[in-house]
């Protein structure tokens, strides 16, 4: 059964560096998104992204965060000087149609990522 | 603003036991929700979504805009259940899916 794979599953970084959280979705969907999970909190909604473009973001997603797909399988999210809050995992998801209706968000198993 | 609301961060029943899981939402337009649920070293995935008044694993929720609540039950828990039960709310426009903050469910024998 396709998944949606992520890389790297840990990834460990300084205070200030940039940061590339890379995603493969499956194959025919169309609709891209990044969630976020502090330790403890919940599932955070940072950006959807649809025909090469942001669909919508959080107010989370400030100008430190962008996200690109490079080419036609990868979705990647970057952090350009990474915060100690940053610390997260971060789940990629997709989806065929639309989140909402008969949508439904298959997610990747995530990357965490520490700052020190 | 959306919101979804999970009171319970743990819910721990008896095997055999009835299962309801509380979720209320605050959402000015016509609402969309969801259960998603995420096993032991599993990946978040959907369990059921309102539209289809569905049963999945024995497991409901009805769409209750009066009280605007969502709440998932299920009449007999099975020790498979445990997991992490999150509740979402689909916005559209923007195309987001809003989670609330889920609820623990420990079946125990």
């Known amino acids: 059964e396709p998944e949606v794979t992520q890389t790297p599953s840990h990834q460990v970084t300084q205070m200030g560096q940039e940061v590339i959280l890379r995603c493969v979705p499956i194959?025919?969907?169309?609709?891209f998104y990044w969630y976020r999970q502090i330790l403890g909190q919940k599932v955070e909604f940072l950006v959807s992204?649809?025909?090469?473009?942001?669909?919508?973001k959080s107010e989370i997603f400030d100008d430190q965060f962008s996200v690109e797909r490079p080419d036609g399988s990868n979705f990647t999210l970057k952090i350009r000087s990474t915060k100690l809050e940053d610390s997260a995992m971060y789940f990629c998801?997709?989806?065929?149609?639309?989140?909402?209706?008969?949508?439904?968000?298959?997610f990747g198993e995530g990357s965490r990522l520490t700052v020190l | 603003a959306q919101r979804v609301t999970q009171p319970e961060k743990l819910l721990s029943v008896f095997k055999g036991a009835p299962v309801e899981l509380k979720c209320n939402y605050s959402?000015?337009?016509?609402?969309?929700l969801f259960w998603y649920v995420q096993y032991s070293r599993q990946r978040l995935q959907l369990l059921l979504r309102?539209?289809s008044r569905e049963s999945i694993k024995g497991f409901t929720a009805d769409l209750n805009k009066g009280e605007t609540s969502f709440h998932l039950k299920k009449p007999f828990a099975q020790e498979e259940d445990s997991a992490m039960y999150y509740c979402?709310?689909?916005?559209?426009?923007?195309?987001?899916?809003?989670f609330g903050t889920g609820t623990q469910l420990k079946v125990e024998l």
């Open positions: 998801a997709s989806s065929v149609t639309s989140a909402g209706s008969a949508g439904e968000l298959f």
């Open positions: 309102h539209i």
């Open positions: 959402y000015s337009g016509s609402p969309e």
């Open positions: 992204f649809y025909n090469n473009e942001i669909s919508e």
């Open positions: 194959s025919n969907h169309l609709y």
């Open positions: 979402a709310l689909f916005t559209g426009g923007g195309n987001k899916l809003t």
